[in-house]
């Protein structure tokens, strides 16, 4: 079995996969990180670690299983060679919370306690809290609603618990509820949830469902003194309505870690907009995170051997 490694995802990590060519016989494993490299390396390959574009796809006819490193896969129903074939394709659902998790505070507290406004006149050596100690926001007993309540939807309910918030949640799916969340109620219900959540935290993948999820008419459904964070995936939430929506006050801040374009285009209406805390898709990142993303992809190798069922297989078509 040739395994290819081709995404830097948990590249500081590949050695704890050394062991396996003890348990595994006759398992070959290429890193290749060069993209003018990658397309000869996967040629032979039965397995592919990483984010494979439609050409590499292309460029290895004896591919059998793709193994994310990402926990979002909506690129997989852009390959029709991935989706109307019998490869299959792992995510690494359950690596990202903690720091998915931990990011979301980052930027919800950035918000609530003026943090861009005091770094700004930190820079200009300015002890001034004129504007800012009165408005300043606490989220004990704030409403939290969470938008997908998966693996990572959790894990920030949990953080969210530890801060005594109420809790809200709506996913596409039949969830159970948990310690946290009394009820996960329908998608059909987001306008519901936009109505009673202080804080909106967008945790959905990017589907054709999901797609301009969050538009004007549902911005216009939150409350003026609503944050909404979005951690997930850039295109739920259209951008240009939010933009508008920070511009006429209508919503108290937001934050992004994603945008539907990456880079976000320096025309962006988002750049300027008030209240508005953007970081560049940062919320996955940890050292820590990687290496669970190796450890799945290390527990999979090992199923896929023995002919086991994998882990966090995912559904091709939907996306997740």
Same mark, same amino acid.
């Given at each position: 079995?040739?395994?290819v490694?081709?995404?830097?995802e948990?590249?500081?990590?590949?050695?704890i996969?050394d062991?396996?060519k003890?348990? &595994?016989p006759?398992?070959? +494993?290429?890193v290749?990180?060069?993209p003018?490299?990658v397309?000869a390396?996967?040629?032979?390959?039965e397995?592919?670690?990483g984010l494979?574009?439609? #050409?590499?796809?292309k460029a #290895?006819p004896?591919?059998r299983?793709?193994q994310s490193?990402?926990?979002g896969?909506?690129? &997989?129903?852009r390959i029709?060679?991935?989706v109307?074939?019998?490869?299959?394709?792992t995510n690494?659902?359950?690596?990202?919370?903690p720091? +998915?998790?931990?990011?979301t505070?980052?930027?919800?507290?950035?918000l609530?306690?003026?943090?861009?406004?005091c770094?700004?006149?930190q820079?200009e050596?300015?002890?001034?809290r004129t504007?800012?100690?009165?408005?300043a926001?606490?989220?004990k007993?704030?409403?939290m609603g969470?938008v997908g309540?998966g693996a990572?939807g959790?894990?920030?309910?949990?953080?969210?618990?530890?801060f005594?918030?109420?809790?809200l949640?709506?996913?596409a799916?039949?969830?159970?509820p948990d310690?946290h969340?009394?009820e996960v109620?329908?998608?059909?219900r987001l306008?519901?949830?936009?109505?009673?959540?202080?804080?909106?935290?967008?945790?959905?993948p990017l589907?054709?469902?999901?797609?301009?999820?969050i538009?004007a008419?549902m911005?216009a459904r939150?409350?003026p003194? #609503?944050?909404l +964070?979005?951690?997930?995936?850039?295109?739920i939430?259209?951008?240009? #309505?939010l933009?508008a929506a920070l511009h006429?006050?209508?919503?108290a801040g937001?934050?992004?870690?994603?945008?539907?374009?990456?880079?976000?285009p320096?025309e962006?209406p988002?750049?300027d907009a008030?209240?508005?805390? &953007?970081?560049?898709?940062?919320?996955?990142a940890?050292?820590?995170?990687?290496?669970r993303?190796?450890e799945?992809?290390?527990a999979n190798?090992?199923?896929?051997?023995?002919?086991?069922?994998?882990l966090?297989?995912?559904d091709?078509?939907?996306?997740?």
């Amino acid at each position: 079995m040739k395994l290819v490694l081709a995404g830097a995802e948990g590249e500081a990590h590949f050695g704890i996969l050394d062991d396996l060519k003890a348990e &595994i016989p006759g398992l070959e +494993i290429a890193v290749e990180l060069d993209p003018a490299k990658v397309m000869a390396a996967v040629a032979e390959a039965e397995v592919v670690y990483g984010l494979p574009s439609a #050409a590499l796809v292309k460029a #290895a006819p004896r591919l059998r299983w793709i193994q994310s490193s990402a926990a979002g896969v909506e690129y &997989i129903a852009r390959i029709p060679e991935v989706v109307e074939s019998d490869i299959v394709v792992t995510n690494t659902r359950g690596a990202h919370g903690p720091s +998915i998790g931990e990011h979301t505070f980052a930027l919800l507290f950035a918000l609530t306690r003026h943090l861009p406004q005091c770094l700004e006149r930190q820079r200009e050596r300015r002890w001034d809290r004129t504007g800012l100690y009165r408005s300043a926001r606490e989220m004990k007993d704030a409403t939290m609603g969470i938008v997908g309540y998966g693996a990572i939807g959790r894990a920030i309910a949990r953080r969210a618990a530890a801060f005594e918030m109420e809790l809200l949640a709506v996913d596409a799916e039949a969830v159970d509820p948990d310690e946290h969340v009394a009820e996960v109620w329908p998608v059909s219900r987001l306008g519901d949830l936009l109505e009673r959540a202080t804080v909106v935290v967008v945790t959905a993948p990017l589907t054709p469902e999901t797609h301009h999820m969050i538009d004007a008419a549902m911005l216009a459904r939150m409350r003026p003194d #609503a944050y909404l +964070i979005v951690v997930s995936r850039g295109g739920i939430v259209e951008e240009g #309505a939010l933009a508008a929506a920070l511009h006429e006050g209508r919503l108290a801040g937001a934050a992004i870690d994603v945008a539907e374009q990456e880079p976000l285009p320096p025309e962006s209406p988002l750049w300027d907009a008030p209240n508005l805390v &953007i970081t560049p898709h940062l919320a996955g990142a940890s050292t820590e995170k990687e290496r669970r993303c190796v450890e799945i992809l290390k527990a999979n190798l090992l199923r896929f051997h023995r002919g086991e069922p994998l882990l966090n297989e995912v559904d091709k078509r939907r996306g997740y």
